[in-house]
């Protein structure tokens, strides 16, 4: 459920009321139960795990919260006690609030990094797609000052790799072809901006092209570049950092907006937004990018089900 202060209950709730759509999959869903019903839910075609975690009193919306915190981490928990036991096939998170999560003295800075060290993954590539563009990023949350100084060959490599192999397994495109983002303005203009470009970004692209199985191309100037990839002219793009893709994705088609995790051994989605407590409790936000998340869960797990038989 995500954070239960956040537009997490609210969300799910409509989503909730919806999921018969979804044939032969069964939903599992990890909460605290009086407050998901604080919202209507007319559909009962789903399993509840109610690990009443959430303090009721003083309980409102829109509050930053340790105790709330506490409990989001705790959902997260027994869903990796799941998944580990195979009793899931696919995670899908509900937004949380990174300051409150801080707050409550927990280690990770975040859904992908709990996941990542729960399954002994060294390297977790943080994909972002709406119906238009598939980005991953080669940093994920950074001080934009420290981009420059992270971006290694090595990190580019690693992420172009994991990538290819998302689009072939989870999607099925047999052969993508996958464009890489310059860091600076105009890819530095031939070093005018900086020299990046040169030293660090072409020569991955070189070395990563023996490796896999796939088109690469770049790096290119980004401004110009997420406006090919919604024309469909490559099937997934490499951003640099952040905002670099977000911008991109949120202003082409945030309704649809999925953020999926490759490099773990299952499919996990989450909306590609936050747990929103301005507007939390009000009625006010949209089920869709939640819906979203659910069906490429379903879709990719599906897909990689049926290239395994």
């Given at each position: 459920?995500?954070?239960?202060?956040?537009?997490?209950?609210?969300?799910?709730?409509?989503?909730?009321?919806?999921?018969?759509?979804?044939?032969?999959?069964?939903?599992?869903?990890?909460?605290?139960?009086?407050?998901?019903?604080?919202?209507?839910?007319?559909?009962?075609?789903?399993k509840l795990i109610?690990?009443?975690?959430?303090?009721?009193?003083?309980?409102?919306?829109?509050?930053?919260?340790?105790?709330?915190?506490?409990?989001?981490?705790?959902?997260?928990?027994?869903?990796?006690?799941?998944?580990?036991?195979?009793?899931?096939?696919?995670?899908?998170?509900?937004?949380?609030?990174?300051?409150?999560?801080?707050?409550?003295?927990?280690?990770?800075?975040?859904?992908?990094?709990?996941?990542?060290?729960?399954?002994?993954?060294?390297?977790?590539?943080?994909?972002?797609?709406?119906?238009?563009?598939?980005?991953?990023?080669?940093?994920?949350?950074?001080?934009?000052?420290?981009?420059?100084?992270?971006?290694?060959?090595?990190?580019?490599?690693?992420?172009?790799?994991?990538?290819?192999?998302?689009?072939?397994?989870?999607?099925?495109?047999?052969?993508?072809?996958?464009?890489?983002?310059?860091?600076?303005?105009?890819?530095?203009?031939?070093?005018?901006?900086?020299?990046?470009?040169?030293?660090?970004?072409?020569?991955?692209?070189?070395?990563?092209?023996?490796?896999?199985?796939?088109?690469?191309?770049?790096?290119?100037?980004?401004?110009?570049?997420?406006?090919?990839?919604?024309?469909?002219?490559?099937?997934?793009?490499?951003?640099?950092?952040?905002?670099?893709?977000?911008?991109?994705?949120?202003?082409?088609?945030?309704?649809?907006?999925?953020?999926?995790?490759?490099?773990?051994?299952?499919?996990?989605?989450?909306?590609?937004?936050?747990?929103?407590?301005?507007?939390?409790?009000?009625?006010?936000?949209?089920?869709?990018?939640l819906w979203e998340?659910?069906?490429?869960?379903?879709?990719?797990?599906?897909?990689?089900?049926?290239?395994?038989?």
């Amino acid at each position: 459920m995500g954070d239960s202060s956040g537009i997490g209950p609210e969300i799910l709730s409509c989503v909730l009321n919806k999921i018969k759509i979804f044939k032969d999959v069964e939903f599992v869903v990890i909460a605290d139960a009086w407050v998901l019903y604080k919202f209507p839910i007319k559909e009962k075609n789903f399993k509840l795990i109610d690990l009443k975690n959430v303090p009721r009193k003083n309980f409102s919306f829109g509050k930053i919260s340790p105790h709330y915190a506490r409990a989001s981490i705790e959902y997260l928990e027994e869903a990796t006690r799941l998944l580990k036991n195979k009793e899931l096939d696919c995670l899908v998170t509900l937004p949380i609030t990174k300051e409150s999560w801080d707050k409550s003295g927990f280690f990770w800075h975040g859904h992908t990094e709990y996941l990542a060290d729960s399954f002994g993954v060294k390297d977790v590539t943080m994909m972002l797609m709406n119906r238009y563009i598939k980005t991953a990023l080669v940093t994920k949350h950074l001080a934009l000052k420290k981009v420059p100084s992270v971006i290694t060959k090595e990190k580019i490599c690693q992420t172009i790799i994991s990538t290819e192999q998302g689009l072939r397994n989870w999607f099925g495109i047999k052969r993508p072809k996958i464009a890489v983002c310059a860091l600076n303005p105009h890819a530095s203009d031939g070093g005018l901006f900086g020299d990046e470009e040169k030293r660090i970004i072409i020569p991955s692209i070189r070395n990563v092209r023996r490796k896999i199985k796939a088109t690469v191309e770049g790096p290119f100037p980004c401004d110009a570049l997420f406006l090919k990839a919604k024309q469909r002219v490559y099937d997934g793009i490499i951003a640099m950092y952040h905002d670099q893709a977000l911008i991109a994705l949120k202003l082409s088609d945030f309704s649809h907006g999925v953020n999926i995790t490759l490099g773990l051994p299952f499919v996990r989605t989450s909306p590609l937004h936050g747990s929103a407590l301005d507007i939390a409790g009000k009625g006010k936000a949209s089920y869709l990018p939640l819906w979203e998340a659910i069906r490429v869960a379903v879709n990719c797990t599906r897909y990689q089900m049926v290239s395994k038989q």
